[in-house]
């Protein structure tokens, strides 16, 4: 029995027995480097080098940030903003849920946490207007994907850390496909809302109205321009943004909103304890794991059996995106990240794909995964708000997982959709 | 009576030291960001004013950077123990939907088993680590501290973990305890049709 099995089998046994995924990659990784006769001391030398990094610092800074714009109020008006929008169209609260999700995007960096600030808000609307209770779960639950793809992202952050590549230019990178999925979902929603009658939310399209809900949410919208524009700019780091856009949030809901409560803010920094916690820890068990794989040359195996299979770089892409949307429907995202990556990333190097390219198609492909059963993040959230069954929110999201999936064959064919606003505006600040 | 705050004290201890800690190095790392952006503006100012050229200003706190990278070590394997506590480290339970549920109960036991010997050999190669770490010191580029203590999280946080795994079994098995779902959020009214996820995430 060689390394490479001993590892595989401990880690796919371990999983099937409901043991936590942590452990899963730990103790495989562990076995392993017992079976290959390594000393165990190197699995404490990665436990510290895993998390003893600054860019990885990002990760609990922007969960805090975006917990606290939730009772801060900033959450609130943005969908504010985005209903007075997309509201009066056909289908428009849920056209709206998606802008919703858009924006909360581009503060948050996570796909639940953008599912449930949003879902909150506009399912119980979403119900009243009279649409379906699995639609609207559906909705909310495809689109809260958004969070990841719209920079910040926490997903991106993993990935930039284990595959060292630049952060930033990932957020970047990320913010034309963002856009091109809110606008596939809403096109969905529209066809679909047509079929179903869901009409308007019965108010008129009125620039002035826009305009009040977003002097109101100005200080809301600043927040984005805050932390994308420090960061696009060269101002800040992806970790120096997070740690602003904490202080930021606290000061406006302080000072400006006045909506702030200590218990808020007890309950923010309490869950970011354990979310960090549970996250980086499998951080460790993935980096042991992937170095046993890479010394194993199990990335080389797979480079190997893929150019066997064929040389054409697009079918390629075929079999790698339907993976990891396999992988998605399966595995927590995070540790999808770091388990693929290792693994994936220099077989994609070696067929000529940019780092920064293949990262956001994997961040795409784990938006998608948010949304698809039996582990979709997303969908747990979107049926405890809706009150439905899983069954029923999955039904409903296979056209938007449909769309979203065309979305991610057409950024990964086609390059220069991500790849060309990082270009541009490295230009422009040099 | 006395007893039950000390025991809520101890029962959320990592809780508390945890947040201390990102407390902590959430305000160091902005109090650094602040002193690059008030010195960086009195350096633009001090080509143009002469005043300022008199004083030279330090740039930033030289050691705030480490010192925030080691809270937040502490503060990742002190949360994944509080979320060992509150039973949140993601697991995959769907294949036990098909059978009784006696079957993922043992099973998830046995698992659990299997984590404690995990952690117990984390604990031992952790304290070999430290010793050595004692007899050829090394220290951190800025603070100058010895490493060993800086891994002395890795035999608390591991011990701890234990404890909270058997913690957890315990309530759950022994007092029959329900351990509520972190993961599901509370929806604010209570109601009575809520929908079986069957997957714990």
């Known amino acids: 029995m060689s390394v490479t099995a001993v590892i595989f089998l401990t880690f796919i046994g371990l999983l099937f027995i409901g043991a936590p995924i942590t452990l899963s990659l730990g103790a495989a990784a562990m076995g392993g480097m017992i079976f290959s006769g390594k000393p165990l001391e190197g699995l404490v030398e990665i436990a510290y080098t895993s998390v003893n990094s600054f860019p990885i610092m990002a990760l609990p800074a922007f969960i805090l940030s975006g917990a606290l714009m939730e009772s801060a109020g900033i959450s609130r008006r943005l969908v504010a903003v985005a209903e007075a929008m997309a509201g009066p169209f056909t289908g428009g609260m849920a056209a709206s849920t998606i802008l919703s999700c858009l924006f909360f995007g581009a503060i948050s960096g996570s796909g639940p946490a953008t599912t449930a600030a949003v879902g909150m808000l506009m399912i119980p609307a979403m119900t009243r207007h009279g649409y379906d209770r699995g639609y609207a779960g559906a909705v909310t639950s495809s689109s809260g994907g958004l969070g990841v793809v719209i920079p910040p992202s926490i997903p991106m952050v993993i990935y930039g850390v284990t595959a060292s590549q630049s952060i930033a230019d990932l957020f970047i990178a990320g913010f034309i496909p963002g856009i091109m999925l809110a606008v596939a979902l809403m096109t969905m929603n529209y066809f679909r809302s047509k079929k179903k009658k869901y009409k308007g939310d019965g108010k008129t399209l009125s620039a002035k109205k826009v305009l009040v809900t977003m002097r109101e949410g100005f200080w809301s919208l600043l927040a984005p321009v805050i932390i994308l524009g420090g960061i696009y700019t060269g101002f800040f780091t992806p970790t120096e943004a997070a740690i602003v856009s904490i202080f930021y949030t606290l000061f406006v809901g302080i000072f400006i909103y006045r909506e702030i409560e200590l218990k808020g803010v007890m309950k923010a920094l309490e869950s970011t304890t354990w979310i960090t916690g549970r996250v980086l820890i499998i951080m460790f068990a993935a980096l042991a794991f992937g170095q046993l794989l890479t010394i194993n040359k199990i990335p080389d195996l797979i480079a190997q059996g893929l150019l066997d299979l064929t040389g054409n770089l697009y079918l390629i892409w075929v079999l790698i995106i339907i993976f990891l949307l396999f992988m998605g429907m399966f595995m927590e995202t995070l540790a999808t990240i770091m388990l693929v990556t290792p693994v994936l990333l220099p077989v994609m190097l070696s067929l000529g794909v940019d780092p920064i390219h293949f990262g956001v198609v994997l961040v795409c492909c784990c938006e998608i995964g948010f949304a698809t059963p039996p582990l979709g993040e997303n969908m747990f959230i979107a049926s405890g708000v809706a009150r439905t069954t899983l069954e029923d929110i999955s039904m409903n999201a296979l056209p938007f997982v449909f769309v979203s999936v065309l979305v991610v064959f057409l950024i990964a064919y086609f390059p220069v959709l991500t790849l060309w606003l990082p270009d541009f505006l490295g230009t422009l600040f040099q | ?201």
């Open chain 2, 1 to 201: 009576m006395r007893a039950k705050p000390v025991l809520k004290f101890l029962d959320n201890i990592e809780s508390y030291l945890c947040q201390i800690l990102l407390v902590f190095f959430v305000c160091l790392l902005f109090l650094q960001i602040l002193l690059r952006l008030v010195f960086g503006a009195m350096h633009t100012l001090s080509q143009h004013i002469a005043f300022f050229e008199h004083y030279p200003l330090p740039a930033s706190i030289p050691w705030g950077e480490e010192l925030s990278r080691m809270a937040f070590v502490w503060f990742v394997f002190l949360g994944a123990t509080y979320a060992a506590r509150l039973a949140a480290h993601n697991r995959v339970t769907f294949q036990f939907k098909i059978f009784p549920k006696i079957v993922g109960d043992v099973s998830t036991v046995f698992s659990d088993i299997v984590w404690i010997a995990f952690n117990c050999t984390m604990i031992y190669f952790s304290i070999n680590v430290i010793k050595e770490g004692f007899e050829y010191p090394e220290y951190s580029p800025t603070l100058d501290w010895i490493m060993a203590y800086v891994f002395m999280i890795f035999p608390i946080a591991f011990s701890l973990m234990t404890i909270r795994i058997i913690q957890v079994n315990i309530m759950k098995h022994v007092f029959k305890i329900e351990i509520a779902d972190v993961d599901k959020i509370d929806t604010g009214d209570e109601d009575d049709e809520i929908p079986e996820s069957g997957v714990t995430s």
